[in-house]
């Protein structure tokens, strides 16, 4: 079992649906929470980053930490078609010498 | 440029040949990961630095593969006798303590 799980997709929406994604993690130690959004044959950028349990918004984004069922979701309201992308869950845990744990990434396709 | 910058961008080699990846991170960031990602797959760890010493290299597949940051700046990555199981994109990122980690472009390698 991989220690991050994610939902591979492809994930088809309208637009200006609210996309919800999501990610479970078995290792409790996790204190560090990040959304990067991949688009094809690019490098990762980040959308959030989030420490801890609780919920974080920026604009039409907003993350979500349950550290209790270790489950982080990203919300993104009012889709758009340039949301179409792949989005990629990463954590790690408290301290400078920590990596980042990874998804496997979900697809999103956002449709006209 | 303030981001993290890969070089080449694209690299194809052939099967036993060497090849060095580079990366420039965020001036000032003291960590640097290296990672690697195949097709359809999150980002999948290689190693970590801290300052110009490796912190964690658990990642790193086999004795083929090899990397240094000898000026706690630039990083290379080393891959000797490349195998087609080589190719992937091998991307980099760079972080300032318990911060969000900032990734690159990616340099994508193809082994023939």
Known sequence: ?112 | GAGVSQTPSNKVTEKGKYVELRCDPISGHTALYWYRQSLGQGPEFLIYFQGTGAADDSGLPNDRFFAVRPEGSVSTLKIQRTERGDSAVYLCASRGGDTEAFFGQGTRLTVV
Not at chain 1, 54 to 64: I, L, S, V, Y
Not at chain 1, 74 to 103: E, V, W
């Open chain 1, 1 to 112: 079992q991989k220690e991050v799980e994610q939902d591979p997709g492809p994930l088809s929406v309208p637009e200006g649906a609210i996309v919800s994604l999501n990610c479970t993690y078995s290792n409790s130690a996790f204190q560090y929470f990040m959304w990067y959004r991949q688009y094809s044959r690019k490098g990762p950028e980040l959308l959030m980053y989030t420490y801890s349990s609780g919920n974080k918004e920026d604009g039409r984004f907003t993350a979500q930490v349950d550290k209790s069922s270790k489950y982080i979701s990203l919300f993104i309201r009012d889709s758009q078609p340039s949301d179409s992308a792949t989005y990629l869950c990463a954590m790690s845990l408290t301290g400078t010498a920590s990596k980042l744990t990874f998804g496997t990434g979900t697809r999103l396709q956002v449709t006209l």
